[in-house]
């Protein structure tokens, strides 16, 4: 099967410089969607017309696991015009399924479907009952049969009346593709070359139009605007909470989540309002996530919480921790079980085993650090010397003060104290007490300044 995505539009509505098929839905791009979806039938030619922003557009198929050939459409004069272009790139002996760049939400099974009824000879139409069918292409019966389609600039008020609607969505056999392709005229209100003119040529020629019918309408919803763009990103995070709902998940409010990847959840997984969930995230069973976490790219393992205004990037959760409120772990933190990461503490590329604890206002950048560890309020390992990385090791059951700095490279022994205040720039010995605050002294006579009024 040869695919089709046509993806040339410059999308004027969207009222942005981004071309209209890179603008994401759920994280994707709106092509990609596409793209995925074309990938899941294994298609054995895929070629994607280009046009408006080609070069953006080609950056993205660039990316691709797998070669996708392009075809520019330099003019946009219709859908059918723009399919012509693609003609080169396409196999005769297999059908070509035609889709669209700006309508990501079909599914495989539906379109597996019209492939199904369409076979390798006739015409197929992904079809679909709206109640309000204005500017769209609607769909021509006699006796039950498609006898062609009539766009809603070209209908009349009882053609108009038709609530079966065309989606664009059409598979045919190629070689009869390129035929009628070439036969089409742009005799039409828009004066373009309409794909659908194509449906009336293979009723002429014998050829057997049938259709078939996509799970819900939204499939079939194309994006044309900053509001349908929101309509369709609501419509698609609903069915993944309703995915997540039939799973066993808690959603407090299946309204307010945003999935943007791929989420694995376990059984007993509690998940609170405004969470974001982006690239590929694995929770454990029994998770609780409460309100408002932006989570990316992670894995937070059984029976873990993360409090409320976290943000984790990149990152592991061992099992039964406690992250937050307001802690942000960012890439490269690894944390064992039972770790407690508390508010406005921040992991960087760092390492944390069993049982350890940071409640409150640190940061451990590039830093090793062991089992039952203590960390202070405001310590910070000073990683960062203006040019390179260094790292910080804290052996096991090691306690650090608050307010104290860690300058690496520097190693913190087994069991070591390290008093509150102190500046570590040499490796503090195991099992001993390490202090760098000067000695406190009080200063005799001395006066507050006080404001000089004027």
């Given at each position: 099967m040869n695919v089709v995505i046509l993806a040339a539009g410059m999308g004027k509505r969207m009222q942005s410089a981004l071309p209209k098929v890179l603008h994401p839905l759920a994280g994707k791009p709106l092509l990609q969607h596409v793209l995925d979806t074309a990938r899941s039938l294994s298609a054995s030619r895929l070629c994607v017309i280009v046009g408006h922003g080609g070069a953006a557009v080609q950056a993205l198929l660039d990316k691709q696991p797998t070669p996708v050939a392009t075809a520019q459409q330099a003019q946009q004069l219709g859908t059918g015009h723009a399919v012509i272009q693609a003609l080169p790139e396409l196999d005769d002996n297999v059908p070509t399924l035609i889709l669209y760049g700006d309508v990501p939400?079909?599914?495989?099974?539906?379109?597996?479907?019209?492939?199904?009824?369409?076979?390798?000879?006739?015409?197929?139409?992904?079809?679909?009952?709206?109640?309000?069918?204005?500017g769209l292409g609607r769909i021509v019966r006699e006796n039950g049969h498609i006898v062609r389609i009539v766009e809603q600039k070209d209908a009349n008020d009882s053609e108009r009346a038709i609530?079966?609607?065309?989606?664009?969505?059409?598979?045919?056999?190629?070689?009869?593709?390129?035929?009628?392709?070439?036969?089409?005229?742009?005799?039409?209100?828009?004066?373009?070359?309409?794909?659908?003119?194509?449906?009336?040529?293979?009723?002429?020629?014998?050829?057997?139009?049938?259709?078939?019918?996509?799970?819900?309408?939204?499939?079939?919803?194309?994006?044309?605007?900053?509001?349908?763009?929101?309509?369709?990103?609501?419509?698609?995070?609903?069915?993944?909470a309703n995915q997540l709902l039939?799973?066993?998940?808690?959603?407090?409010?299946?309204?307010?989540?945003?999935?943007?990847?791929?989420?694995?959840?376990?059984?007993?997984?509690?998940?609170?309002?405004?969470?974001?969930?982006?690239?590929?995230?694995?929770?454990?069973?029994?998770?609780?996530?409460?309100?408002?976490?932006?989570?990316?790219?992670?894995?937070?393992?059984?029976?873990?919480?993360?409090?409320?205004?976290c943000h984790i990037e990149e990152a592991v959760v061992g099992e039964a921790s406690l992250i937050g409120p307001y802690a942000r772990l960012r890439p490269g933190t690894v944390l064992a079980e039972d770790v407690h990461v508390g508010n406005f503490v921040e992991i960087?590329?760092?390492?944390?085993?069993?049982?350890?604890?940071?409640?409150?206002?640190?940061?451990?950048?590039?830093?090793?650090?062991?089992?039952?560890?203590?960390?202070?309020?405001?310590?910070?390992?000073?990683?960062?010397?203006?040019?390179?990385?260094?790292?910080?090791?804290?052996?096991?059951?090691?306690?650090?003060?608050?307010?104290?700095?860690?300058?690496?490279?520097?190693?913190?022994?087994?069991?070591?104290?390290?008093?509150?205040?102190?500046?570590?720039?040499?490796?503090?010995?195991?099992?001993?007490?390490?202090?760098?605050?000067?000695?406190?002294?009080?200063?005799e006579n001395w006066t507050r300044p006080v404001k000089i009024k004027k």
């Open positions: 939400l079909t599914t495989a099974a539906s379109l597996r479907g019209l492939l199904q009824v369409a076979g390798n000879d006739k015409l197929g139409i992904l079809t679909v009952e709206q109640d309000d069918p204005t609530k079966e609607i065309n989606s664009g969505i059409m598979v045919a056999p190629t070689r009869l593709l390129k035929k009628w392709l070439g036969n089409i005229k742009n005799n039409n209100a828009q004066g373009e070359y309409y794909l659908t003119d194509i449906v009336a040529l293979a009723v002429a020629d014998g050829v057997p139009v049938v259709s078939a019918q996509p799970s819900a309408q939204w499939e079939v919803a194309g994006v044309n605007s900053k509001v349908q763009l929101a309509e369709l990103e609501r419509i698609h995070q609903r069915n993944i039939e799973q066993g998940v808690t959603l407090l409010d299946p309204s307010r989540i945003d999935v943007r990847g791929e989420l694995i959840c376990g059984r007993d997984v509690t998940i609170d309002v405004g969470c974001v969930f982006e690239g590929k995230v694995e929770i454990g069973d029994g998770v609780h996530i409460a309100a408002h976490n932006v989570i990316v790219n992670a894995r937070i393992l059984a029976g873990a919480q993360i409090k409320p205004f960087k590329n760092g390492q944390v085993a069993a049982h350890s604890k940071a409640n409150h206002l640190a940061y451990i950048g590039d830093a090793t650090i062991g089992s039952r560890v203590n960390i202070g309020a405001g310590v910070i390992t000073c990683n960062y010397d203006g040019a390179n990385k260094f790292r910080t090791v804290i052996e096991d059951d090691a306690f650090i003060g608050s307010d104290s700095q860690l300058v690496a490279p520097v190693t913190v022994g087994k069991g070591a104290t390290l008093g509150a205040g102190t500046t570590l720039t040499k490796d503090a010995p195991a099992g001993k007490l390490t202090v760098s605050r000067p000695r406190q002294v009080t200063i």
